[in-house]
């Protein structure tokens, strides 16, 4: 399992491209268009939203039921893929994913609109109201396509609803049935060949001694039930999350690596500790690229948080970690790493808190780590970094007491160091 340790953007796609080379079958467990993996393989840059990073090796890429999926995005996404020369016949749909349907896309962007100062800073691709509207079961799954009547009948029990929110509440433009039931019509002939029973197809492929990778989109922070609501996604972001946005019992995990970057980054609103002040963040954030796969939108960038991260460490149970973008940290003489937050009342705690009010006014408590000064991207072994940058990984896994198995020292795919 791979699984985002911090708020998202960790580099799980590239992480994911590595271990797909060795894998046959590559999943993805949760998300939906608002996820944006980027993988730079032989000076090509893929950017990817629904389909599981495996995509580029040819492997059997499953997109599970933890999943929304919004049609027109995903068919964007396989002509692009097909177009650029990747074999896309390996992609299998889970029947039971919901669709993220316009009236979605059009109630995330207004209610944003509405929050003004309030917002969440969602990625208004729809996200949150299709997730809602699942729980609510008011939601259209995938094989409700193949039953035009079916299909027309959801559409217009939804858009009922739907319509009166877009209108009155947000005046802004109803959305018109017939129009809906015939684009979703569409849909459904280009769908039709991928969808398949997804949970049966991984269960079958773990009996038959097949490697499995479980890729998750956003990240730990983000996750609805661990994270930091409300400023979160709306899916279970966490590798609890893999088993049930798969259908895969938890015993047959054998290795969950966590993705975290060198240092921190987090789109949208939300308290943030570590977010660094002056004019070192916008030097991160040039230095690391740092700005939104999906949107654009510029990624504020913070100190590594080990308070995070050991939050990360327990709710995901990771067994390793991948520590990507440490080259981004090259030029910088000291690098302060967050060890323990400071709280409203003096204390000082190692453990991430569990009250929203206590996280918001935490204090970082830092630890200055020297810098190493020089640019690593030509090692190719850990043996080969400058002893600071050894020191950095070498503190992070004590802190942490969990093993750092990956380094990241540049975003081509290449360049990663295995321990
Ligand atoms: P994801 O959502 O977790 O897959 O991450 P994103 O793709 O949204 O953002 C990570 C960015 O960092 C991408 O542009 C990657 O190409 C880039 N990247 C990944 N690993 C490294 C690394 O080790 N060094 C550098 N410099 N860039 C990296
Ligand atoms: P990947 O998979 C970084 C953030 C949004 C917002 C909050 C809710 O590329 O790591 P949503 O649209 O999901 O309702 O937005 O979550 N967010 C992400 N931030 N990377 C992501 O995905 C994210 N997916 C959602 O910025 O704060
Ligand atoms: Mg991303």
């Known amino acids: 399992m791979i699984i985002g340790a911090q708020w998202g953007d960790e580099g799980k796609g590239k992480i994911v491209d590595l271990l797909a080379r060795d894998s046959d079958v590559v999943c993805r467990y949760n998300g939906g268009p608002g996820a944006g993996h980027t993988i730079v393989a032989d000076g090509a840059t893929f950017k ?7 995509i580029l090796w040819g492997k059997e890429c499953v997109i599970g039921s933890g999943c929304v999926v919004d049609p027109a995005v995903f068919i964007d996404e396989l002509d692009d893929l097909a177009g650029r020369g ?17 009236w979605h896309v059009a109630l995330d962007q ?7 100062k309030l917002q969440i800073g969602t990625t208004r691709r729809g996200n949150g109201p299709a997730y809602a509207d699942k729980a609510y079961r008011l939601g259209i799954r995938l094989q409700d396509l193949f039953d035009p009547k079916i299909l027309r009948q959801k559409i217009e029990v939804a858009l009922a609803e739907k319509n009166i929110w877009l209108e009155r509440i947000y005046g802004v433009e109803p959305l018109e049935l017939e129009e809906l039931a015939e684009r979703y019509e569409g849909h459904a002939q280009r769908l039709r060949p991928f969808l398949a029973d997804t949970s049966l197809l ?4 773990l009996k038959d001694g097949r490697q499995v990778l479980f890729e998750g989109a956003h990240g730990t922070l983000l996750d609805i039930d661990h994270g930091t609501y409300p400023f979160v996604t709306s899916s279970s972001t966490v590798a609890g999350g893999a088993c049930t946005g798969i259908g895969i019992g938890p015993t047959r995990i054998d290795r969950v690596i966590g993705i975290a970057k060198a240092y921190v980054t987090r789109v949208g609103e939300g308290p943030f500790p570590t977010e660094i002040k002056g004019a070192d963040q916008e030097r991160v954030r040039e230095l690391g690229a740092e700005f939104g796969t999906v949107t654009g939108r510029e990624r504020r960038c913070g100190w590594l948080d080990l308070v995070a991260l050991r939050y990360a460490v327990r709710l995901n149970g990771l067994t390793s970690l ?5 080259d981004v940290l ?8 967050c060890v323990r937050y400071r709280l409203r009342d003096g204390t000082e705690t190692a453990d991430f808190p569990a009250s929203q009010s206590d996280f918001h006014h935490a204090e970082p408590v830092y630890e200055i780590l020297a810098g190493w000064g020089e640019p690593i991207d030509d090692a190719s072994g850990f043996a080969e970094l400058p002893d600071p940058a050894r020191r950095y990984t070498e503190f992070v896994e004590r802190e942490l007491n969990v093993p750092v198995e990956l380094i990241g020292t540049g975003a081509e795919r290449e360049r990663v160091l295995t321990r």
């Open 48 to 54: 990817l939203k629904h389909m599981p990073s495996g």
């Open 86 to 102: 990747v074999s896309i016949d390996v992609v299998r749909l889970s029947a039971e994913a919901h669709m993220v349907m316009p």
């Open 110 to 116: 207004a209610s944003e609109r509405r929050l003004g």
């Open 202 to 205: 991984v269960d079958r492929a």
């Open 322 to 326: 991948a520590l990507t973008k440490l």
């Open 330 to 337: 090259s030029s910088f003489p000291e690098l302060p790493v």
